[in-house]
Nanobody, 116 residues
């Protein structure tokens, strides 16, 4: 599996912004599909957004127009820019890496709390 390390979480007021980063190890990043997921304690993990190796992006409906996923293949990093944050976006956010040669890899998660 690839090693993934997330950063950028924190406490933000409603309407604010955060940018999450996920750095990946190894040489397969550029050919992998990268994703962001989130989990609220006691609930199932929820897919949020993905970006394919070709740059195609997909989003869950609840974040469309507010979140943007992007990737930097030169630095093996995927980002999640989160704007207009709402209290219901509060969760632990995880990044994932999918590649045909590996089982899905997960990061350790980063907490995002949206509260006044």
């Amino acid at each position: 599996q690839a090693q993934l390390v997330e950063s950028g979480g924190g406490l933000v007021q409603p309407g604010g912004s955060l940018r999450l980063s996920c750095a990946a190890s190894g040489s397969i990043f550029s050919s992998a599909t990268m994703g962001w997921h989130r989990q609220v304690r006691g609930k199932q993990r929820e897919w949020v957004a993905s970006v394919t190796s070709r740059g195609r992006t997909l989003y869950i409906d609840s974040v469309k127009g507010r979140f943007t996923i992007s990737r930097d293949n030169a630095n093996n990093t995927v980002y999640l820019q989160m704007n207009s944050l709402k209290p219901e976006d509060t969760a632990v956010y995880y990044c994932s890496l999918d590649h045909p040669t590996l089982s899905r890899s997960w990061g350790q998660g980063t907490q995002v709390t949206v509260s006044s």
